[in-house]
Each structure stands twice: as structure tokens, then as C-alpha cells.
């Protein structure tokens, strides 16, 4: 049973698409973050949710929108999609917002805008 | 505001020999600092994280890192390089007035040549 999962794996699209990434957790977690991993491997968080509610919006394109049903789940729908937004991205969850937290990440979703 | 500096994007090392990936911290406020591993195409597994307790921390694989604070650093080692530890490895840092924001340095990919 994969902890934090993520689909697709691998999303090719037109600019100007608009497209979704789902992701789940089963640890019963409360926290679940979006991370956007660059081409040079930088990664920089974008947003996170605590039980169903924005905590950390990171200054993202408001093309950008989280959508959190429950707190098992985050998703992330970008609307007219940039090249500059071909990217990994990466879904995560902790136990609650404490900084000392380890977090579990997914495994990815490659994002090739063309 | 916290930031995290790893020195050296690429480090290459012979099977056997000594890994020292180093990382530099910046914080306001006492930090928790982290190491994840990423392998191709996967996510971000955690290495080892420091709290506060011990200063000298170890972790998964033989891997372990001492926070030094006089010096600003939380570099990571290993006493001898395994072909199976050839990944990309990110420091993080983060703080209680963070709201659970892991920032992450640039990353710093491990070789490990026979």
C-alpha cells in the first residue's frame, strides 16, 4: 500500500490545457503540501492544507488552485498551462504542521508542457 | 526567514571512500534541520533529521550528520561509499514560526564511481 500517491505519473500537455493532479494519503495524516521540483532539481513548496484548510500559499500564479475534499486528499488543478510550468511536482503529508516533522512524499508527477 | 546553502551541485566519490555533502544553514530562530534522499525518479525519502536533542545525529544507510552551530552547518557523511548510495541528496531547514514550511537547499548529486 503506497503512503502518499499521485496521478498521473506522467502528464504531456498543450499550452493553454487546463489539467489536474490528484493525490492521496493513507497515513491519516493531517498536513499535505504541493511541492514544484525546477529542471536544475530545485525544490520549492507551494502550498500546504491542515485539515482541509489553506495554511501556506507560496506567491503561486493564481492559475494554481489546491482543492482539498477531505484531508486524505490534495489536489492540485493548474489552469492555461505555461511552458514555464513544466515541472516534477511533488505531493507530501506529516502528521500535523509541527516543524520537526517528517514529511512522506509522493513519487512525483512530470509535467511537460509543450 | 530561514535558508539553507549546499556547497557543491555534484559530488563524485570512489566506491569505499568517504561521502561529505555539506550544508550551511540561516535561521532567525533555532532550527530543525533535515536530509533527504532522492533516487531516480522516486520522491524524497528522509535520511535523518535534528531537533534540537543530539547534536551528532545518525540515520538510514550509514548515514549521519552532526549540527554545529558556531559554524552554521549540518553536513552530511558516511564512512564508506556504497554504489547503491548514488542519488540527490537536500539538505532542509525549517522553525516553529514557519508554520511546518520545509525550505529546501539546492541539492547536491552524489557519484559514486567502482
Known amino acids: 500500500d503506497t503512503a502518499v500517491s499521485q496521478t498521473p505519473k506522467y502528464l504531456v500537455t498543450q499550452m493553454g490545457n487546463d489539467k489536474s493532479i490528484k493525490c492521496e494519503q493513507n497515513?491519516?495524516?493531517?498536513?499535505m503540501y504541493w511541492y514544484k521540483q525546477d529542471s536544475k532539481k530545485f525544490l520549492k513548496i507551494m502550498f500546504s492544507?491542515?485539515?482541509?484548510?489553506?495554511?501556506i500559499n507560496e506567491t503561486v500564479p493564481n492559475r494554481f488552485s489546491p482543492k482539498s475534499p477531505d484531508k486524505a486528499h490534495l489536489n492540485l488543478h493548474i489552469n492555461s498551462l505555461e511552458l514555464g510550468d513544466s515541472a516534477v511536482y511533488f505531493c507530501?503529508?506529516?502528521?500535523?504542521?509541527?516543524?520537526?516533522?517528517?514529511?512522506?512524499f509522493g513519487s512525483g508527477t512530470q509535467l511537460s508542457v509543450l | 526567514a530561514q535558508s539553507v546553502t549546499q556547497l557543491g551541485s555534484h559530488v563524485s566519490v570512489s566506491e569505499g571512500a568517504l561521502v561529505l555533502l555539506r550544508c550551511n544553514y540561516s535561521?532567525?530562530?533555532?532550527?530543525?534541520l533535515f536530509w533527504y534522499v532522492q533516487y531516480p525518479n522516486q520522491g524524497l525519502q528522509l535520511l535523518l533529521k535534528?531537533?534540537?536533542?543530539?547534536?551528532l545525529v545518525k540515520g538510514i544507510n550509514g548515514f549521519e550528520a552532526e549540527f554545529k552551530k558556531s559554524e552554521t552547518s549540518f553536513h552530511l557523511t558516511k564512512p564508506s561509499a556504497h554504489m547503491s548510495d548514488a542519488a540527490e541528496y537536500f539538505c532542509a531547514v525549517s522553525a516553529y514560526n514557519q508554520g511546518g514550511k520545509l525550505i529546501f537547499g539546492q541539492g547536491t548529486e552524489l557519484s559514486v564511481k567502482p
Open positions: 507530501a503529508s506529516s502528521p500535523n504542521r509541527v516543524p520537526n516533522e517528517k514529511l512522506f
Open positions: 497515513l491519516g495524516h493531517d498536513t
Open positions: 492544507y491542515n485539515n482541509k484548510e489553506l495554511i
Open positions: 535534528y531537533t534540537s536533542a543530539a547534536t
Open positions: 535561521s532567525s530562530v533555532p532550527p530543525y
